[in-house]
Structures are given as structure tokens and as C-alpha cells.
T-cell receptor, first 114, second 115 residues
Framework: DTEVTQTPKHLVMGMTNKKSLKCEQH?????MYWYKQKAKKPPELMFV???????INESVPSRFSPECPNSSLLNLHLHALQPEDSALYLC?????????????FGEGSWLTVV | RKEVEQDPGPFNVPEGATVAFNCTYS??????FFWYRQDCRKEPKLLMS???SGNEDGRFTAQLNRASQYISLLIRDSKLSDSATYLC????????????????FGIGTKLQVIP
């Protein structure tokens, strides 16, 4: 079982809604990630937090807003999404943010935008 | 050329067969390598890291060839439960980022083990 937990597992939202995805890990990892995965595609990196500070934003539209309240929690706030944003959103963590650090994924949140 | 290339398959093999996947990477500065397994509608899970000297974990063997810039995964005595997509992951230090890593996933190779 994964030690990175994500909620909710499934989310359906309208294009005018505001919702949030939540992620938690208790492995003491100091790097946390959001990935987006579409069907039959590999995960695509969205954001990286290192020591609770945003270190990488892969040119993600502002309708996705990440937040890292503490070293164990990572949120992704969603607002005014488009149907093409429907995907599996994966949270992940690693001990540190650097090559050689294994990335561990949560089970993901399936998002459908209607 | 893509940074990480894999044959998407599918590879259909009978139970008990040996199957091998390759993954090529374009950036010689790549520093660490992994194989992940992803089942349908599930998250990727680490299968094994790949070391320069090669490494083995039960029926699985991973190899790295830095000169030719590829990694491989060999599965011996395939089981039905090995059916999944196998993702190659390559990490390198992101330039001008203070040491952060750039993680690149291959598209994945789909394996179907047939009874």
C-alpha cells in the first residue's frame, strides 16, 4: 500500500466550481510533487515543492494553484477548469529533491470536468 | 528526438516466457534511472532502480549501458500478474535550478502475459 494518500479518489466538477485535491505523506519526505496523467500517456510534472517552498512550476495555467501548508501536506486548488483538464492527478514525494531520490506516488485523484 | 524513448508495445508473451524491454535516453548528463510498473487505472509503483553494475531482484534484471544510453529490463518466467505497463524513468539535474532534478518518464511499454 502506498504511503502517500490522496483525497478525493474521484471528483466531478463543473467549469465554474472551485475544488481542492489533497495529499498527505508521513515518510518525512521533504520534496512533494503534483503530476497530471492522461490516458495512455506518461505522468507529466506540474509542480515541485522542496522544504515547503515551490521550486518548480512547469508552466502550469493559473487555474491550478498549489499549496504546501506543512511538510506533510500538499494541496492543489482548482478553479475555472476546462474539460480537457480531466485526468488522473498524482501526488508524489521523495526524500529530497535531487537525482537519485526515488519518487513514491499516491493512488491518484480521478478528475472529471463537465 | 524524445528525451526518453520506449516501444509502447503491446508485448504479448506466453506465461513462463522471458521478455526484455529497452529504453533509450538522449541526454548523456542523465544521472539516475528507474523502472516503474503501472497497472491499468492505478498509480505508478517503483519496480527497481537501475545501477551501473546491473541489478537483479528475483525474476527481474535491470541493466544500464551509459555508452549507448539505454537501460533494459528483463523479466524471466513471466507470470500473468506481470501484465502491466512498464515505465522507464530518467533523472538528471535541472540546469540553473540549485540542484533540482528533472524527472522524465517514457511513454511506457505494455506487457500482456497470456495463459
Amino acid at each position: 500500500d502506498t504511503e502517500v494518500t490522496q483525497t478525493p479518489k474521484h471528483l466531478v466538477m463543473g467549469m465554474t466550481n472551485k475544488k481542492s485535491l489533497k495529499c498527505e505523506q508521513h515518510m518525512g519526505h521533504r520534496a512533494m510533487y503534483w503530476y497530471k496523467q492522461k490516458a495512455k500517456k506518461p505522468p507529466e510534472l506540474m509542480f515541485v515543492y522542496s522544504y515547503e517552498k515551490l521550486s518548480i512550476n512547469e508552466s502550469v495555467p493559473s487555474r491550478f494553484s498549489p499549496e504546501c501548508p506543512n511538510s506533510s501536506l500538499l494541496n492543489l486548488h482548482l478553479h475555472a477548469l476546462q474539460p480537457e483538464d480531466s485526468a488522473l492527478y498524482l501526488c508524489a514525494s521523495s526524500q529530497q529533491q535531487g537525482p537519485g531520490n526515488t519518487i513514491y506516488f499516491g493512488e491518484g485523484s480521478w478528475l472529471t470536468v463537465v | 528526438r524524445k528525451e526518453v524513448e520506449q516501444d509502447p508495445g503491446p508485448f504479448n508473451v506466453p506465461e513462463g516466457a522471458t521478455v526484455a524491454f529497452n529504453c533509450t535516453y538522449s541526454n548523456s548528463a542523465s544521472q539516475s534511472f528507474f523502472w516503474y510498473r503501472q497497472d491499468c487505472r492505478k498509480e505508478p509503483k517503483l519496480l527497481m532502480s537501475v545501477y551501473s553494475s546491473g541489478n537483479e531482484d528475483g525474476r527481474f534484471t535491470a541493466q544500464l549501458n551509459r555508452a549507448s544510453q539505454y537501460i533494459s529490463l528483463l523479466i524471466r518466467d513471466s507470470k500473468l500478474s506481470d501484465s502491466a505497463t512498464y515505465l522507464c524513468v530518467v533523472n538528471k539535474r535541472k540546469p540553473y535550478s540549485g540542484g533540482y532534478q528533472k524527472v522524465t518518464f517514457g511513454i511506457g511499454t505494455k506487457l500482456q502475459v497470456i495463459p
